[in-house]
Every structure is written in C-alpha cells, then in structure tokens.
C-alpha cells in the first residue's frame, strides 16, 4: 500500500510546530517544542523526534510515513542544510535532513521556512490558484518566499528570496540585525523589531504610555499591541512606523515580480488591521504608479502553523521536486 502519510516540519526561532498531514492536506495531529530552549542541536533533534514519533505512533506507525518535510530558517532546498540561521541556538551548518532522517528512518527534505510557508499557501490556502506572489512571514524575523510562474523560487544555492535581510535603513546607527548587518528590515518589521522599537522610543522619550508599568527589557510585540488595542498613542504610533517601514520595503518586492498578492503570514499578522493599515498604505504610497492598488495585500487563510506544515509537507508529496532527500 501506498504509504499515506508525511510530516511537516515548521521551525522557528522561538517554537517548532510539526504535524501529521494526508495526500489531501489534513493535519492529521500536530504537536510542538520550544526551539530556544535546546541549545545542542543533538539534543533538539532527540527531542523533535520523539515527540513526532508519538503523532506517528497513535497513527499506525512510521511504516505508514513516506517521509518528513521541514521548514526551517536558512533551510538549503538543495542540501538539506541549516545554513548559518541567524535566529536560532546553533550557529554554522547543520545537517537537518541527514540528522532527522537517521532518527526517524525516513528520507527528509528541507527547504526555507518562509518558502514551505509558500508552498502551503498555494496549496490550501489565500494563495490557492495564483502563480505570481509574495509570502511574507512575520515572525521572530522577516522571512519570505517567492512565487513567480507557480514555482517556488530558490536561485542557483537555495537561497533566492532573503528579503528580511534587504536593508531599510543605511547609516551606521541602524540597528544591528541577527545575520550581522545592519538596517535590514528584519530588524525593524518582525515581531522582535516591534519590541526593539517600543523598548528604545521608552528610553529615548519621557511620552507617557502604559508600557511603562512593564519591565522595558521584558516587552514584546504582544504588550505593544495590548497597548495599541487599550488605545495607547505610543503603542499605535509604534504600530504605523513598523507598518511604514514594511510597506516601502514591500514596494521594492513588487517591482521586480509583480506579484499578483502579498502574503502576510505569522504571529505578528495577529495584530489585523492595525498593522495591515499603514502597510498597504506606504506600500501604495512609494510604489510606481501603474502598481498602484493593484497587488493585494492579504493576511494568511490557513490556521496557526499549518501553511508552514502543509508546504513542509508538500516537499514530500511532490515527486517532481529537485532536491534530493536524505537517504
């Protein structure tokens, strides 16, 4: 019998969420680990592992897996490599494919989070039926997968499509970002880039704000949006310069792909239109006229994780795929 079952990887740089997925894209059971907490890579992979086996076990067993797709920050499509990913515990390169594949007895295949958040898009989701987009994902960082032609696009190593780290301010005292340069829009735009706006606007101005009865190094983007929602003038300001720096960045995307739709994906989109107002505004603002209120700006259809796990999986499940998978 066909083995009818595959598992999808989602890491990020805070959790890693992974799943049981079907040939029609149900996820079956799903599970998660905390990623920040491991900071020996065997240990991780120990871990992951044997909580995945436990979906697998209360499925029937892994002679019904066909095998396990992951989505990870700086994942290589073409080697199965974890490539000096800037927010996560293990630095240099790590054989992700070839470490899970051993544990499990499975083949494995890797590509970037952001591109297997694509790929579940496309299939299941807000993206279903389009052939030219843009996935952002608004996490710990700035990731991004792109779409042109219905094809993910991975460039000659694998790497096409780090738009986190284009950079969105140039002076030397732009903040420095986890890849080591200084400016990218990761640094301002991710979830992270919220807190590090709130925490520096908090002890560079005397302006009154809620956020003050927090510990400043303790905020994160989710206090900012309480804030914002308890109608805090610091907080929402916070949230329009976040949405005015992303939406300049995302006009620059749009002239070399002319998308069709931009994709927000990640916890950061929970914040809604809060959020998504001043980015589709600054993106209309600064793009060239004849794109103007053309592409679509549009928050992720899929719950939680599952378009990063659904495309993690559909590494799997597309046997015209290139990249070889561990043995």
Known sequence: MEKPYVIGIDMGGTNTKFGLVDARGNVLNSSSIKTQQYTDINLYCDTLCHEMMKLVDAQGGIDLVRGVGAGAPNGNYYTGNIENAANLPW???????????????????????????????????????????????????????????????????????????????????????????????????????VARTAQEWLQTTD???ILRQLPIADITSKDVFDAAMQGDELAKEIFQYTGTLLGQKLADFIAFSAPEAIILFGGLTKAGDILKRPIEESMNQNVVRFWKNKVKLLFSTLKDSDAAILGASALVWDVQAHAPMSK
């Open 91 to 193: 630095k240099g390169i790590v054989p992700f494919s070839e470490m899970i594949s051993e544990r499990m007895g499975v083949p494995c295949r890797t590509t970037n989070d952001a591109n297997a958040a694509a790929m579940g898009e496309m299939t299941y989701g807000a993206a279903k039926g389009m052939k030219n987009f843009i996935m952002i994902t608004l996490g710990t960082g700035v990731g991004s997968g792109i779409v042109i032609d219905g094809k993910v696009v991975y460039g000659h190593d694998g790497f096409a499509g780090e738009l986190g780290h284009t950079k969105i301010i140039r002076d030397s005292s732009a903040r420095l970002c986890g890849c080591g340069q200084r400016g990218c829009i990761e640094a301002y735009a991710s979830a992270n880039g």
């Open 207 to 209: 302006r009154p704000s």
